[in-house]
């Protein structure tokens, strides 16, 4: 346990299902990021927020949603996927821009199956 | 853009034996952060060793030690003594140092077997 925690663990979702990611983390920091892991692939960064605020999105499709209501949570709100989303996702924290020699704390992750 | 490359998918050692994982990267930076990372069956990423670029010493944790050749780009991991829960998929990590977003960036991973 490393004190980020996502919920749901395994997902099944049909493609016009709508759906959310949660991440948490308690551990005080101050940016959180979403990553696509894909069989073969590097990982992905989706999404940054630090202090809340959203300072990169990396080409993501507008399928996908975050949303940082506050440090410690951060959602990813899905809709009309594909296939080909079917991935894990991970949910990380950090420091923060101003600690970047500091590790980042990863959550388990959501396996996510589109049907 | 940064890139991180790991050219062995797949790697197997045995039980007490040392293994060393190759890790190579492309950036224009003087100043940055590298990092191991290990993601077991369970999932979890768990940072595993850093090493900041300014310094010159090769960073070491326990049975795992890294050889840093700033100039040649590469970030090999050592692990010494392997044992069966070293079992996992490991990842090599860049980060730039004082980039806005702090952003991690990924190789593809090697996964290591450990044979008893």
């Known amino acids: 346990e490393t004190g980020v925690t996502q919920t749901p663990r395994h997902l099944v979702m049909g493609m016009t299902n709508k759906k959310s990611l949660k991440c948490e983390q308690h551990l005080g920091h101050n940016a959180m990021y979403w990553y696509k892991q894909s069989a073969k692939k590097p990982l992905e960064l989706m999404f940054v927020y630090n202090f809340k605020e959203q300072t990169e999105n990396n080409s993501v499709p507008s399928r996908f949603s975050p949303e940082c209501p506050n440090s410690s949570h951060l959602f990813l709100h899905l809709h009309t996927l594909q296939p080909e989303d079917s991935a894990l996702y991970l949910c990380a924290s950090s420091q923060g821009s101003r600690a970047p020699n500091t590790e980042a704390f990863f959550g388990q992750g959501t396996r996510l199956t589109v049907v | 853009a940064q890139t991180v490359t790991q050219s062995q998918p797949e790697m197997s050692v045995q039980e007490a034996e040392t293994v060393t994982l190759s890790c190579t990267y492309d950036?224009?930076?003087?100043?940055?952060?590298l990092f191991w990372y290990k993601q077991p069956p369970s999932r979890q990423m768990i940072l595993v060793i850093r090493q900041e670029a300014y310094k010159q010493q090769n960073a070491t944790e326990n049975r795992f030690s890294v050889n840093f050749q700033k100039a040649a780009k590469s970030f090999s991991l050592k692990i010494s003594d392997s044992q069966l829960g070293d079992a996992a998929m490991y990842f090599c990590?860049?980060?730039?140092?004082?980039?806005?977003?702090?952003?991690?960036?990924f190789g593809t991973g090697t996964l290591l077997a450990v044979q008893p």
């Open positions: 950036t224009s930076e003087s100043d940055y952060y």
């Open positions: 990590a860049y980060r730039d140092y004082g980039g806005a977003t702090n952003k991690l960036i």
